[in-house]
């Protein structure tokens, strides 16, 4: 209460009642201010607290050992809660680094892996983690095949650096399908973002590569030299596929390259250059 505290204000600093009470008062409304600035809420609500205590009722020495048991399981918890979420950041890097590599879809892959682990916070393919945890793959990719991806490379012909220009815009041209299509979906597939949706696509697309491999026997693409721009925009055609929750990027565009006539080396690798600019 307010005479509670004045008590204590007029034995801490030897000044009248009147004066203390003041004093209380005009921190009160501080205090008042200062929390409806920062939280816009009232501050005289103890639902609104974490803890609230009648130190009139307990005393002053009980009400810190109170604060203080309060504080250390509430530091004992965020620890545990912290070392839980290590452990999935652990388990879900393991999924990803697995998975990125292969033409399945690792987004998808950590849906499922997020929802057998039963995380109540769960996320879905929008969220800042899920790109940020791809960006080591991204790197990797970019550091194995930088000479190739490099125009300037001194150690490049004049026709080389030619030929990894044209490879550029290839890929540029590759991702504009998938850039403008994106956007005008993106917000209407967030909406199917489960682990049902998931599932059935990862079937369908192993489905899907099984038949592709049995029919794909003859190639008329060889080298990224021999792919034309409307190759790449025909492949960008199938990247479009990927805002489909479930359908991997690179397995999109690998099994539209094969079944356009490129190579599985050639495939592959331009899936893995797509990511960059996709990323």
Same mark, same amino acid.
């Given at each position: 209460?307010?005479?509670?505290?004045?008590?204590?204000?007029?034995?801490?600093?030897?000044?009248?009642?009147?004066?203390?009470?003041?004093?209380?008062?005009?921190?009160?409304? *501080? &205090? &008042?201010?200062?929390?409806? /600035? /920062?939280?816009?809420?009232n501050?005289?609500?103890?639902?609104? /607290?974490?803890?609230?205590?009648?130190?009139?009722? +307990?005393?002053?020495? !009980?009400?810190?050992?109170?604060i203080?048991?309060?504080?250390?399981?509430?530091?004992? &918890?965020?620890?545990?809660?912290? +070392?839980? !979420?290590?452990?999935?950041?652990?388990?879900?890097?393991?999924?990803?680094?697995?998975?990125?590599?292969?033409?399945?879809?690792?987004?998808?892959?950590?849906?499922? $892996?997020?929802?057998?682990?039963?995380?109540? %916070?769960?996320?879905?393919?929008s969220?800042?983690? @899920? /790109?940020?945890?791809?960006?080591?793959?991204?790197?990797?990719? $970019?550091?194995?095949? #930088?000479?190739?991806?490099?125009? +300037?490379?001194?150690?490049?012909?004049?026709?080389?650096?030619?030929?990894?220009w044209?490879?550029? #815009?290839?890929?540029?041209?590759?991702?504009?399908?998938?850039a $403008?299509i994106?956007?005008?979906?993106?917000?209407?597939?967030?909406?199917?973002?489960?682990? *049902?949706?998931?599932?059935?696509?990862?079937?369908?697309?192993?489905?899907?590569?099984?038949?592709?491999?049995?029919?794909?026997? !003859?190639?008329?693409? %060889?080298?990224?030299?021999?792919m034309?721009?409307k190759?790449? @925009?025909?492949?960008?055609?199938?990247?479009v596929?990927?805002?489909?929750?479930?359908?991997?990027?690179?397995?999109?565009?690998?099994?539209?390259?094969?079944?356009?006539?490129?190579? &599985?080396?050639?495939?592959a690798? #331009?899936? +893995?250059?797509?990511?960059?600019? $996709?990323?």
């Amino acid at each position: 209460s307010v005479d509670y505290r004045a008590k204590r204000v007029m034995s801490a600093l030897d000044i009248t009642q009147a004066k203390a009470k003041d004093k209380v008062l005009k921190t009160d409304k *501080q &205090r &008042r201010t200062y929390y409806d /600035y /920062y939280t816009s809420k009232n501050w005289g609500v103890m639902s609104n /607290y974490d803890l609230c205590i009648d130190a009139e009722k +307990f005393g002053i020495e !009980e009400t810190a050992n109170m604060i203080i048991n309060a504080a250390k399981k509430k530091i004992i &918890r965020s620890c545990y809660i912290l +070392f839980l !979420e290590m452990i999935k950041s652990i388990v879900l890097g393991i999924v990803e680094g697995i998975s990125e590599w292969l033409p399945i879809s690792s987004t998808g892959h950590m849906i499922l $892996v997020n929802e057998l682990i039963n995380n109540t %916070e769960g996320f879905t393919a929008s969220d800042l983690y @899920l /790109y940020v945890i791809q960006l080591g793959a991204i790197l990797a990719v $970019v550091t194995l095949y #930088f000479h190739k991806l490099n125009p +300037f490379s001194p150690k490049k012909t004049n026709v080389e650096k030619e030929n990894t220009w044209k490879m550029w #815009f290839k890929v540029i041209i590759a991702c504009v399908p998938a850039a $403008v299509i994106g956007l005008v979906l993106d917000n209407f597939m967030s909406a199917w973002e489960n682990w *049902q949706v998931v599932s059935a696509m990862l079937i369908l697309y192993g489905v899907a590569f099984i038949v592709v491999e049995s029919l794909h026997k !003859e190639t008329k693409i %060889e080298s990224m030299d021999d792919m034309t721009y409307k190759t790449a @925009l025909l492949i960008g055609l199938f990247q479009v596929l990927s805002i489909v929750p479930g359908t991997s990027r690179s397995g999109a565009t690998i099994l539209g390259a094969m079944l356009i006539g490129c190579s &599985r080396s050639v495939a592959a690798e #331009f899936s +893995f250059f797509l990511a960059i600019p $996709v990323m």
